[in-house]
């Protein structure tokens, strides 16, 4: 069987290479990425810790627009900049640019935890499909209220700062996306080897047994979604940037696009494992790629159907099923599945 | 926006009339409410379909209404359809899910309504449609207040197959059968009943409800084929609120939905409505959060 160095190997390969070799695919490749990062970050909730978020996205399009904000913000007004979207003569110099840009990630990121620390107050008391329909009503919600919101130009959107010199950018927001996935992975991966995650595995055990045992579930819960947003919140601000112009519904809070492919991509490859997620992402953003303008309109209909049939007949995912078929190339990681750790002191990918 | 609600202060007629069409159109708000405490009470299933199912009915009306039969005609077929449409979708789907964990029935249903919104799409187009009903519309209080004849026979016919509905959950073979499981499913399989059999009884039914509902939701109001999440999650703030198992809880919750969209549409604007039930739908679940904080207090 593959071991992780193959599957390190492979991933940054395809990161590095890819779009060298395939440059006119280099959009492709970026919002390959980003799927990555959708379906690692919702995985930690709803693989890791049994709570199937569907209005994730809600910090994708935070972080698009706390991000967009500060990049035009720091310089303009922001109000007369969308009101009068084009006629207000701007020019960002590149050092403005990428000041703007810097900061503004780093607000994306701040912004979108605290929110998921404020709405987890809100929702984190709610189990089960609380949860979940409360979510997606946020997200919903969400796109509807900065639609409505003028000084961010309502549903109008706005136009974000042009990347500064000859070059569109592409290439500068593929290497910050492809950063972002890797550093989440990373970052998963230290946390999933950590007392964190058994806490929050506990908590998609038995959540009562978890609080039973002095686990504060709701402090890991809100902490586990606040990673979460961080991560989106970033991944919103740089596919803002990529897109180069953001409006609530379609681009900044996609809850019947990017909400649900997270969910599916999570999922198709196997919740709870840590490359599950992105064996998923890379494979649905493969076929969907290969079929989408196949499928003339049956598309839509064909992802709420691989949903159905990927939850009621296939619901370990790909890398689930792959463990219990072949458990033993997966060695200690058959354990942890059934949760008879025999071997504690090996460390689980 | 405080304009509107100065305009509301100084007007008793506009609140007569905005309390009229809210109530009258919560009501059916109300009736697949209803069918989703019944799936949920029964089987443990979250309907996320449960709105999609509500425009399934609308478009069979529409579809009526377009031949140039009324749609109140259609509302006996809607219903048969839809219990069909139910029993094929228990079968498939819903069958391999009560017995699983709580996300599962959630997902599939999500993905059930996601398959049944783009299938209405890509039939019906994206347009806002209408059954139209010929109604007169009735005028009150010297014209300060409008009733359209159609809101009204919509809410007449809605409480009659709620009569109807609750006459059959407490008379009824099957009806007793459905509580029973409801209470115990085991102990109910022990004593005989066929559960399976009972669950199917209870999605169909529940979908037939959700037809007939949308059948007048139709013919009173507007649908599209996006427009079923809206109405799943007004079934589940219901639901939430109310609790099932409690008839007039749901009753009330939906009347008071109705009647709540109505104002908020006058001072914000329509354009804020689905805003508006999803801003009840998390005050709702914050205030059950309160009363089970406080539960958990007498616990201890």
């Known amino acids: 069987m593959m071991n992780k160095y193959t599957l390190y190997g492979i991933t940054l390969a395809v990161g590095i290479f890819g779009p060298l070799m395939f440059p006119a695919y280099i959009t492709q490749f970026t919002v390959l990425w980003l799927m990555v990062v959708f379906s690692l970050t919702w995985d930690i909730m709803g693989g890791q810790m049994g709570y199937n978020s569907l209005g994730n996205i809600l910090f994708f399009g935070i972080g698009m627009y706390v991000c967009a904000i500060v990049q035009v913000g720091l310089y303009y007004n922001v109000g007369e900049y969308t009101a009068y979207s084009g006629a207000v003569k701007v020019n960002f110099t590149p050092d403005q640019y990428f000041t703007g840009l810097a900061l503004g990630t780093v607000a994306a990121a701040i912004v979108s935890s605290l929110i998921a620390v404020i709405f987890g107050w809100i929702v984190f008391g709610l189990r089960g499909p609380y949860f979940a329909i409360g979510t997606l009503g946020v997200a919903i919600a969400a796109g509807e209220l900065i639609g409505a919101w003028d000084y961010v130009g309502g549903g109008g959107g706005m136009s974000l700062p042009l990347f500064p010199g000859d070059s569109d950018g592409t290439a500068f927001n593929y290497v910050a996306m492809f950063t972002l996935a890797i550093a989440t992975f990373l970052f998963l991966k230290w946390l999933y080897a950590s007392r964190f995650s058994l806490a929050i595995n506990a908590i998609r055990d038995d959540e009562e047994k978890a609080e039973g045992m002095g686990i504060q579930t709701k402090r890991y819960k809100t902490v586990a979604w606040s990673i979460s947003a961080f991560f989106l919140g970033i991944s919103g601000a740089i596919f803002g940037n990529m897109t180069g112009f953001i409006e609530p519904l379609e681009v900044a809070f996609p809850t019947v696009t990017f909400g649900i492919f997270m969910v599916l991509m999570a999922l198709l490859g196997g919740k709870g494992t840590l490359w599950g997620p992105i064996i998923g992402a890379v494979l649905f953003h493969v076929i969907k790629e290969f079929t989408w303008t196949v499928l003339l309109g049956w598309q839509w209909i064909a992802l709420g159907a691989l949903i159905v049939v990927n939850v009621v007949f296939f619901q370990q995912g790909l890398v689930g099923w792959m463990q219990e078929r072949w458990p033993e190339k997966f060695g200690i990681e058959v354990d942890t599945q059934l949760g008879v750790n025999e071997n504690p002191s090996e460390t689980v990918t | 926006m405080l304009s509107n609600i100065d305009l509301l202060m100084d007007s008793p ?25 019944l799936v949920w009470g029964v089987m443990n299933v979250k309907n996320l379909a449960q709105g999609d199912f509500v425009i399934m009915g609308g478009y069979i009306a529409v579809v009526f209404a377009q031949n140039g039969i009324h749609p109140i005609i259609a509302l006996p077929i809607a219903a ?69 004849e159609a809101k009204l026979a919509a809410f007449l016919l809605a409480a009659l197959l709620a009569t109807g509905l609750i006459t059959f959950m407490k008379k009824s073979r099957m009806g007793q059968a459905i509580r029973a499981t409801a209470q115990d499913a085991r102990a109910a399989k022990v004593m005989g009943i066929d559960t399976e059999k009972v669950y199917a009884f209870t999605f169909s039914l529940n979908a037939a409800i959700c037809g007939a509902a949308g059948v007048l939701i139709a013919m009173v109001w507007v649908i ?77």
């Open chain 2, 80 to 148: 048969i359809v839809m219990f069909g449409f139910g029993w094929l979708l228990y079968i498939t789907i819903i069958k391999r899910v009560i017995e699983r964990d709580l996300f599962t029935s959630l997902l599939a249903t999500f993905g059930i309504a996601i398959v049944l919104a783009q299938g209405m799409n890509l039939i019906f187009g994206p347009d806002v449609r209408v059954a139209e009903s010929g109604f007169e519309t009735l005028v009150l209080f010297d014209g300060n207040v409008t009733v359209s």
């Open chain 2, 13 to 37: 007629f506009t609140n007569a009339q905005l309390l009229l069409d809210g109530l009258l159109i919560g009501a059916l708000f109300a009736l697949s409410a209803y069918g989703l405490a």
């Open chain 2, 224 to 300: 599209q084929p996006f427009f079923g999440i809206t109405h799943s999650i007004r079934s589940f703030v219901i639901v939430t609120a109310a609790g099932f198992g409690n008839l007039p809880g749901v009753i009330m919750a939906g009347l008071g939905l109705g009647a709540m969209e109505q104002f908020s549409g006058f001072v914000l604007g329509a354009e804020f409505q689905q805003a508006t039930v999803v801003g009840v739908l998390i005050g709702v679940l914050i205030w059950r959060q309160v009363q089970q904080s406080k539960h958990r207090q007498v616990v201890e």
